[in-house]
């Protein structure tokens, strides 16, 4: 059989989803995946990987282990087990496609289940600063196109999603013909990370919160005129910050660095990312992130700069869409917060997830007790633990539909492979947990 090659494949590895990617197809399965990260590579070439999980299973409460057994056997024992909750918790839902989440976000608004989500506390203090502030999002079209500085914040994509770098700065735009050579690479973070080895700008800040970093920026940027100096009255920032700024010679030299390059660009695009974006830095200062969409409001007076919040799960932007429509039938809450949650009678369906490798060695305890019904392919503590398994087809390897980019723009999954016989989607999973229960 000859080699039939893919192009345009969209990769599920991480929120980019790169749709370049091209993958050689033989008998069925992946022979070759071009043009993906290492990150990205592996999660296609898992699709044939001996160790995942084919088979639904169903825990023997006698024995403590897992064997196989039919799909209408290990749906009908987790419908069971949901029906029979006294509390329902779904957990995760992130690594799903648009259509699914719907499902799970409907299931959880029937059943009254409480929602517990990774990085929910954190994308609540974003959305409440949107509010107060509203936001200058950005595409990473524009970024491509129009951006000629792209600013990092705490944010180290060379890690966690490793073609963002070659994609938003190294690459050609419409108003940006040369790439690298016109458009510039900051980046401030906590410390030196490989994304700061490539940035042209870099700014160090240790110990220094973010918070000293904000105000200390926004005092050079008011020194070099580009914002005025009535904002600092009106920041939120605390005042002390801005009369003594206790950081070092080197980086107040550096964000002096930063403040002309700001002021040198038509358009900066900043990503905002996981030093900034975590409870213990946003609950160490609540005020940050009021403070940083002020300043990029106020700077867009004199130039334009646009930000974009960080998530990197895959499909983490299409489920802050689709809870945009529901939040108010569901009751939703922080991942970290589930154990604290969870009791007698709680039943947890997981999708894909695995929130026992999160868990302490107590909340491990507590949590291994727990009837869990997890949809996974990959096997891990959670899995271990759990009381159903129902193992979908990887989507966008072998199941489509559509996901959403972290800029919000809605992509076509078109899987390289189809469904083997015996396989069924997450969303055909929910699908018929939903029928069984009579919804
Ligand atoms: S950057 Fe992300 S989406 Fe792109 S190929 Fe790598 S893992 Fe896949």
Redesign the pocket.
């Known amino acids: 059989m000859p080699i039939e090659n893919k192009n345009r494949t969209?990769?599920?590895?991480?929120?980019?989803?790169?749709d370049d990617?091209s993958i050689d197809v033989q008998f069925g399965t992946i022979q070759a995946v071009h043009?993906?990260?290492?990150?990205?590579?592996k999660?296609f070439q898992f699709a044939s990987k001996k160790d995942r999980i084919k088979n639904p299973a169903i825990k023997d409460l006698a024995t403590g282990s897992s064997s196989d057994a039919t799909w209408e056997a290990a749906i009908d024992k987790a419908v069971d087990l949901i029906t029979h909750a006294k509390h329902f918790v779904i957990a995760g839902v992130s690594r799903m496609n648009d259509d699914a989440q719907e499902l799970a976000l409907n299931l959880a608004a029937k059943l009254k289940a409480t929602l517990a989500i990774q990085d929910h506390a954190t994308f609540t203090r974003v959305f409440e600063a949107i509010q107060n502030h509203g936001i200058e999002l950005f595409t990473l079209g524009e970024t491509i196109n129009n951006a000629d500085l792209v600013l990092f914040w705490g944010a180290n994509?060379i890690d966690l999603?490793?073609?963002?770098l070659v994609?938003t700065a190294f690459s050609r735009g419409r108003y940006r013909q040369s790439g690298k050579e016109v458009k510039k690479v900051a980046v401030i973070d906590d410390y030196p990370t490989p994304t700061m080895e490539r940035a042209d700008i870099k700014a160090i800040s240790g110990d220094t919160s973010h918070g000293a970093v904000l105000a200390t920026l926004a005092r050079a940027l008011v020194d070099r005129k580009i914002l005025e100096p009535s904002w600092i009255e009106t920041s939120g920032i605390p005042k002390k910050l801005f009369e003594e700024p206790a950081l070092s010679d080197e980086l107040l030299s550096q964000l002096k660095d930063m403040a002309v390059a700001i002021d040198n660009a038509e358009y900066c695009c900043i990503f905002l990312g996981e030093a900034v974006l975590n409870q213990q830095s946003l609950g160490d200062e609540r005020w940050l992130l009021d403070g940083m969409l002020s300043l990029v409001r106020a700077i867009n007076a004199k130039r334009k700069m646009a930000v974009l919040p960080l998530f990197y799960t895959?499909n983490f932007a299409g489920l802050l869409q689709a809870l945009a429509t529901t939040a108010d039938k569901v009751e939703v809450i922080d991942m970290r917060d589930m154990p604290s949650r969870a009791g007698n009678g709680t039943v947890v369906l997981s999708l894909g997830s695995d929130f026992i490798s999160k868990a302490s060695d107590d909340e491990y305890r507590r949590l291994s007790e727990l009837p869990v019904v997890c949809v996974d392919f990959k096997r891990t503590p959670t899995t271990g633990i759990a009381s159903v398994i129902l193992p979908p087809a990887m989507t966008g390897i072998e199941s489509g539909g559509t996901a959403t980019r972290l800029d919000g723009v809605t992509l076509n999954l078109s899987p390289p492979i189809g469904m083997k016989a015996n396989m069924k989607s997450d969303q055909e999973i929910l699908q018929l947990i939903l029928e069984k229960i009579g919804m």
């Not at 969209?10 to 790169?18: E, K, N, P």
């Not at 999603?161 to 963002?164: T, V």
């Open positions: 969209v990769c599920t590895g991480c929120a980019l989803l790169c990617i043009n993906a990260c290492l990150r990205g590579t999660k994509p999603s490793p073609k963002m994609k895959w």
